[in-house]
C-alpha cells in the first residue's frame, strides 16, 4: 500500500509524516507522532475523547483522515501547555477537581481552549453547549463547567 507525505503544523511546529490513505489523523498522532495525550474513546466520533483543532476548528481526529492535514494547523492536547507551564484552563480543570480517570479530560481541554479563543465571556449555557460533544463517564459535568467559567472569568480579569 503506498503511503502519503503530509505536510502540516501540529501545535505550531512544521510537522511532516507519512501515513496509509486509511489512517485516521488519531492514529498518525499517536502511533506515528508519539502524541499520546489525544485518546481514543469510540473511534465514531461520539465520545470527544479524540478532540483536536484543525485551523482553530474543534475536529474528531479519529473522523479525520491523516492525509486530510496537508497544509492545515493542527492543535492537540500537547499545545494547550507552554513548556512546563499549564494554560489556566489546565489549572482550573485542577483546581476544580473537574477530571478523574483522565480519557475524557484531553479531549475536554482542547474544545474549553478553543471556546475561550473565541469568546472570554460564554454564559453557562454557551460552555454547555460546547462541551456537548464531549462525554465522561466519571465525573458527571458540573465541575467542568464550573472550570471553564472560572478560567474565562480569570483570563477577563473579572
Known sequence: MSQIH?????????????????????DV???????????EGCGTGDCGAC??????????????????AE????????GVAKGDELHPVQKKFLD???????ICTPGFLVAAKALLD????????EVRY????NLCRCTGYDKIVRAVMDTAAELRGA
Not at 7 to 23: A, M, Q, R, V, Y
Not at 72 to 78: A, C, L, S
Not at 118 to 125: D, F, G, I, N, Q
Request: hydrophobic share 35%; proline share 3%.
Open 118 to 125: 473565541r469568546t472570554l465571556e460564554p454564559t453557562e449555557e
Open 130 to 133: 460546547w462541551l456537548a460533544g
Open 6 to 26: 503530509v505536510t502540516t503544523k501540529i501545535n505550531g511546529d512544521e510537522t511532516e509524516f507519512l501515513c496509509g490513505p486509511e489512517e485516521t489523523l488519531l
Open 29 to 39: 498522532l499517536r502511533d506515528h507522532l508519539g502524541m499520546t495525550g489525544t485518546k
Open 96 to 102: 476544580h477537581a473537574a477530571l478523574q480517570c483522565g
Open 71 to 78: 497544509g492545515h494547523e493542527i492543535g492537540t492536547i500537547e
Open 51 to 68: 478532540s483536536v483543532t484543525v485551523d482553530g476548528r474543534l475536529v474528531c481526529s479519529c473522523l479525520m483522515l491523516g492525509a486530510e
